[in-house]
């Protein structure tokens, strides 16, 4: 995933096509309470690093894109502690971004502002 912001996103989406080819859709995602933060999603098979790009999984059910920092620290927050195999109520977090923002927990309510098809070869 990506960070961006509504004035720049275009050519974060083209630098994205252009490092990681992702085979398939990218899914435009904007911030709820402020429509300027975008985030990008996409699947690669490529393990490259550009600034503002992030690695997150998907709770598919819910709707969730996490972090796995993330999560440790909601276990922590919830447990006292980090339990390998402890599973988050994922339904508190549907439609959402749980991500750490300056050493805090995040959950950052998002909807989708655009979907770009991707042709498969």
């Known amino acids: ?6 004035e720049d996103y275009r050519n974060k989406l083209q630098e994205i096509r252009e490092v990681f080819r992702p085979d398939s859709n990218l899914f435009v995602l904007e911030n709820r309470f402020d429509e300027n933060e975008i985030f ?3 699947n690669t098979e ?5 600034a503002g790009c992030i690695k997150i999984n998907k709770k598919k059910d819910t709707n969730t894109l996490f972090s796995i920092d993330a999560v440790n620290q909601l276990s922590i927050q919830e447990n006292g502690e980090i339990i390998k195999d402890w599973i988050p109520n994922w339904n508190e977090f549907e439609n959402c971004l749980l ?5 805090e927990l995040a959950g950052i309510p998002t909807r989708i502002k655009e979907i770009i098809k991707i042709e498969k070869y």
Request: include cysteine.
């Open 1 to 6: 995933m990506c960070f961006s912001s509504t």
């Open 40 to 42: 990008i999603t996409f």
């Open 46 to 50: 490529y393990n490259f690093k550009i």
């Open 99 to 103: 991500l750490m923002r300056n050493g």
